[in-house]
């Protein structure tokens, strides 16, 4: 069974599940930003840089264990709880290719016609 793309009963949650999905990348992000920093620390050669470096790690971890705190309040993430992540991330799976199914474009996706001009061709019509 195909999801309609623009029935609205198949919005319904789509919100909190936009906001889960961005939280979950930023949770990604954050790590991958003290992972980085950590490494950088270890190359460093000048005080200033280790300095500044050890800085930015800590507030990469401190920014990590927000975005954590707020996701685990939000029961988006379950780092305690296998069974329920794993849950969770299944569903997250179902609902990707769900959105992957459907038909967000018309079967004739030749666009030609559509615009005034071709992209190569000056304002006002073909040159002269």
Known sequence: MRMDALDPANSLNMPEMTDMTLATDFLVRAKEGVRNAAV????????????????QLKQGIQLHREIAELMVRKNWFHPYE??????????????????AKQKLFPDPANRKGMFDRTPDEPKGGPPA
């Open 40 to 55: 950088a620390l270890t190359e460093a050669v000048s005080p200033e840089a280790r300095t500044l470096l050890k800085y």
């Open 82 to 99: 296998l069974e329920e992540q794993f849950k969770l991330d299944g569903l997250s799976a179902v609902n990707t290719v769900e959105i």
